[in-house]
Nanobody, 119 residues
Framework: EVQLVESGGGLVQPGGSLRLSCAASGFTFSNYVMSWVRQAPGKGREWVSGINSSGGRTSYADSVQGRFTISRDNAENTLYLQMNSLKPEDTAVYYC????????????WGQGTQVTVSS
């Protein structure tokens, strides 16, 4: 069974930082492009960042470019998202997903990790 379990969210002040983690299991993690996707209250899902299978190529949405850094540890089957200079508009539930921008997927969007940026 494929499992993607996010952690690391929380409440942070504007300008602060958080590091999200996604523990993957049930598939060969190192074979897949992975993405981070977020959903703000009342809005649709937004692709945030992606990384290729080896970790050597990354891409970002314009809204987070220069502030967020995606990485992965294939030995630990874990995906990361370092978020710096956080803004209130970054407030959302964050999910990791298999696949690239425009073609990411996961079986269920019910969990994720909540990030709230507020003073």
């Amino acid at each position: 069974e494929v499992q993607l379990v996010e952690s690391g969210g929380g409440l942070v002040q504007p300008g602060g930082s958080l590091r999200l983690s996604c523990a993957a299991s049930g598939f060969t993690f190192s074979n897949y492009v992975m993405s981070w996707v977020r959903q703000a209250p009342g809005k649709g899902r937004e692709w945030v960042s992606g990384i290729n299978s080896s970790g050597g190529r990354t891409s970002y949405a314009d809204s987070v470019q220069g502030r967020f850094t995606i990485s992965r540890d294939n030995a630990e089957n874990t995906l990361y998202l370092q978020m710096n200079s956080l803004k209130p508009e970054d407030t959302a539930v964050y999910y990791c997903a298999k696949g690239p921008r425009g073609n990411y997927y996961r079986a269920s969007w019910g969990q994720g990790t909540q990030v709230t940026v507020s003073s």
